[in-house]
DNA sequence: CTCCTAATTAAGAATCATTCTGATTTAGGG
DNA sequence: CCCTAAATCAGAATGATTCTTAATTAGGAG
């Protein structure tokens, strides 16, 4: 599942401007790494990504991945997702949103609904802490896996 | 953090029927390591409960955890949190609720509310497949974080 | 444009969480 | 009290992620 062009581009701007910024190197793995995941919709884990990138960089190293993917989200220009067993999985869109996860397959993807994202649960929460951010995770089973059973 | 003894002691009842039910032997390891995922309101991973299980069964093996684990899973007595890079969490309130996340020390706290838990989501995500549950998780920094900086 | 150097990378070893294997023990039915 | 399938234990294996070290490179200075 692909990210529009346009879209992508203005990711990739973002990410280069936000690099500059940190004073850090604008290497060809940063850049392919980056660019691979603003351009899937399909939250990927490090291996997929690396896989991806491969094609354009051959001589890629895994370890580049994961840590050029843990530099991205230091820098706050991507997410980590945790899933409960799997491998962590990374997502480009920085927007304000949520996850749609399909129990049977693990796909995972996003919806936008601006009710949801005006929640206020602030008052339920007193005792625990401040809060950040509010993400809903709606689990179901995917129409592929649906159709397969 | 600790769970009130009555309640523990229903999620007790509960966990033994249900391995009966299962037709499971009921065995020493099964007990310990389910009564103590059942007192605890932090969420712990397998290595926590282990440790807290050896001081009863101080022969029990971090295998046998894992694995206990598991079938409870697999029996619909506990949940398994995913989280981005820890170990696995799991969780034995199996009550309709959600979770406060501290996004620096890990903590995870429960909380229940019914407008919330109320909330229909359907309408937005046709097209993705059905919805099975909606879970909401609220990210923040806790007291003791924010006390500390 | 060339040189320099600190930052970055590649490769493989190391670490950590989790699962598997095979021999031993045990729950619970007869 | 036996028997046996199920469960456990210990340690090896696997898979994901991080670390170490030597080689490479981005980008600034000259
Ligand atoms: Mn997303
Ligand atoms: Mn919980
Ligand atoms: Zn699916
Ligand atoms: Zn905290």
């Known amino acids: ?20 910024e940190a004073g850090l190197k604008l290497t060809h793995q940063r850049l392919e790494v980056f660019r691979e995941l603003a351009s899937s919709a399909d939250h990927p884990d490090a291996h997929g ?7 354009r960089l051959p001589t890629v190293s895994l370890d580049t991945v994961y840590r050029t993917l843990r530099t991205l ?10 899933t409960a067993g799997e491998s ?19 796909l995972v993807r996003d919806f936008e609904n601006e009710e949801l ?21 709606v689990r179901g089973i995917c129409n592929d896996c649906r159709n397969k059973s």
């Open 88 to 106: 962590i999985r990374f997502d480009a869109n920085t927007r304000k949103h949520h996850h749609f996860v399909c129990v049977n397959c693990g």
């Open 49 to 55: 990504i690396y896989d991806s990138v491969k094609h």
């Open 117 to 137: 994202s005006a929640l206020q649960v602030q008052e339920d929460l007193v005792g625990f802490g401040r809060v950040l951010e509010t993400q809903i995770e």
């Open 73 to 82: 989200s230091d820098l706050g220009l991507i997410n980590m997702l945790g």
């Open 1 to 20: 599942m692909k990210i529009e062009a346009h879209e992508v581009e203005r990711r990739v701007e973002t990410f280069k401007a936000a690099v500059q």
